[in-house]
């Protein structure tokens, strides 16, 4: 069954360093989305992604954070200057129609700001 | 705004158990429900669903019923096994105001003992 990747599994930085967190979608779904988990806490929405240009983000997705998609494979997240509290698991999910239809997740990537 | 509330856990039971995990919404409109679960070092990954009022998901034994009365879409399944151990999300996505974010609950840890 296809499945959606996320590398790296773990990615350790510094406060003020950019970093990339990497995912491939299903390869014939249309719509991206990134959540993230702070731990022992809820899974929170991020952005969604349709058509080369976001279509929701919420209030996390302050200016700090990018999404691109820059080629026909790959999803990525950017964070220009992590923060203590950017720790959190994150999660990349696509879904092949948007609206209703289910979202196929990740395993995430556990991203530890020092 | 659209919300998901689920029983706190962790919950322990013994394995052959009978298991019942609420959920209740919040939203507007006709959300679809869902049920997602993460096993141990794994991502999210679908378990049911329910898109109308009176649906009933079902898949591996589990299953739950859109209620729109009670605004609820309670998880069961009649006799777990040690394999179940995992973390039960409910989420809904919702037809507010055009946003179609996928807003997940709390979660429940489920731990089946032999």
């Known amino acids: 069954e296809p499945e959606v990747t996320q590398t790296p599994s773990h990615q350790v930085t510094q406060m003020g360093q950019e970093v990339i967190l990497r995912c491939v979608p299903i390869s014939n779904h249309l719509y991206f989305y990134w959540y993230r988990q702070i731990l022992g806490q809820k899974v929170e929405f991020l952005v969604s992604?349709?058509?080369?240009?976001?279509?929701?983000k919420s209030e996390i997705f302050d200016d700090q954070f990018s999404v691109e998609r820059p080629d026909g494979s790959n999803f990525t997240l950017k964070i220009r200057s992590t923060k203590l509290e950017d720790s959190a698991m994150y999660f990349c999910?696509?879904?092949?129609?948007?609206?209703?239809?289910?979202?196929?997740f990740g395993n995430g990537t556990r991203l530890t700001v020092t | 705004g659209n919300s998901v509330t689920q029983m706190e856990g962790p919950v322990t039971l013994s394995e052959e158990a009978f298991l019942t995990i609420n959920c209740t919404y919040t939203a507007t409109g006709y959300p679809s429900l869902f049920w997602y679960v993460q096993y141990p070092g794994e991502g999210l990954q679908l378990l049911l669903k329910a898109t109308k009022a009176d649906d009933k998901g079902s898949n591996k034994g589990f299953e739950a019923t859109y209620r729109k009365e009670t605004t609820s879409f309670h998880l069961e399944k009649g006799s777990v096994q040690v394999s179940d151990s995992a973390v039960y999300f409910c989420a809904l996505i919702g037809t507010q105001g055009g946003s179609e974010k996928l807003v997940f609950g709390k979660g429940t840890k489920l731990t089946v003992n032999p």
């Open positions: 999910a696509s879904s092949e129609q948007g609206g209703h239809s289910p979202l196929h």
């Open positions: 992604f349709y058509n080369n240009e976001i279509s929701e």
